[in-house]
DNA sequence: GGAAGTCGTTGCATATTCTGCAACGACCAT
DNA sequence: ATGGTCGTTGCAGAATATGCAACGACTTCC
């Protein structure tokens, strides 16, 4: 919508892969170098890019205080983590905490598995969302109209020879997933790494969050994993409960919509 | 600089005290409704708002995707940890790995204490700079025109009656902390907390991060904690090897300043 | 040691882009 | 029904961003 504000906003990505100086970022931006010398000014100024001492840009410790405000913010995230952190002691493998929004699944938290070999993962990427349990448990939940279009739009890349290999697919899976009230990944992502997972449910049964235990195959087998389940709902029904129980105020209005998602074309 | 990217990210840190409607931003904006709604959707498009059921936005993943790449790149944060985490296991304290940059000092990695009283602190919030052990070994380590002005231009909080008064203060705290290679803040910010830190150094020296430990009195006397500066230091000391020893090519051109800060007026 | 080459920076004229306005539509309350 | 709130849209005017060209600081190459 706003030119200036997309050009400035589309250095943030750029600079995340790392620090670069005037002249590629405006080559990146395709603007001029003092166009782009503005914006980055401008981003300066408000602490989202800092300038290093060689005078090229990365990213600023702003930046960082924001975002992380903005986890904190997300309630589900306090309530949740000392429950993932008993899960994690009684199991010892890795748990994962994520959210949906806007066609793209993260993990919000996580806790680390105490075993040697690990699963890779990082808070504040996005998981590979075709394939992944808790990526599944969030979108079996949507509307079905959405959850539709949403399989739709996707890309499906495939990771492993298990991977979902298109959108008839998933929309199946998210069927199973919606129905049985849980979800796995079964070498989807990584062939040898396998995962179950959770739904975290807030006011009126919505799934506002899900949860996963991660672990490679050399650690233990996909059916010890399974064993997991009842204690992995366990720990999803717990953090649902007390996420209800004192939601800090969640959407005081109902739900407003001036234009509907789905409006007809005027006569 | 530019007028419509500083208004868009003037947005950030108000979302970041909590969802707002588009009328909040607007008025607090001080422009028209329309000009906000515009702002905010270029913001929406790029995944640094999102737009919650109930219309309200708020902070939005990717940014909170953006800010954890950031701190990844920040090489020191990934070979301090596992030290931290050592020095905690040792002795139980909360430990903060700190940053300076521009006229402002934060926590970018912290290990919590394994006591069930702790000390209040948030990863990526911005530390009380006038007092903390971490700000005074990161300031002090400044370019002695630069720490004068940065000392002149900071505001004193008085905390508690043992937080630094004033710039003159500050700045022969300062002195102390470089010419002894450690700092301590006792009781400056909470009458009851303590902690003791040390620099660590890169490549020719310079401070490019602190740490610290800290405890409340009720665990842990003053001159007990102070019994763990050796420790502390030996801490610091392994992180700065380590970081010198493979710093990933930072800053490769040693300091082109085409612009020199004190640059004489034209005759 | 001079000359050519980088790279960041500045002032300015142009026109592109943003702004505020006013009116509308959807929804809620009374 | 009626009035009120809040988000949304199209438009004309004007403020704002843009690209250009030239310069200064610095490096490198001959």
Redesign the pocket.
Known sequence: M????G?ALSILPLLAEGPA???QVASRLD?????A???LRTLHEHGIVYRQPD??YRLGARLFALAQEAVENLDVREIAHPHLAELNAACGHTVHLAVYEEDEVLYIDKVESRYPVRMYSRIGKPVAITVAAVAKLLLADLPEPERRAVAERLDYPRYTSRSTPDAAAFLAELAKVREQGWATDLGGHEESINCVGAPIRGAEGRVVAAMSVSAPNVVVSADELLSLLPRVRRTAEAISAEYVGQPTLPQP????????RH?RAAP
């Open positions: 706003s030119q200036t504000v050009r100086n005037l002249e603007v001029h170098k003092s166009t010398l503005r914006l005078q090229r209005t109902g739900g407003r919509h001036p234009h509907p409006k």
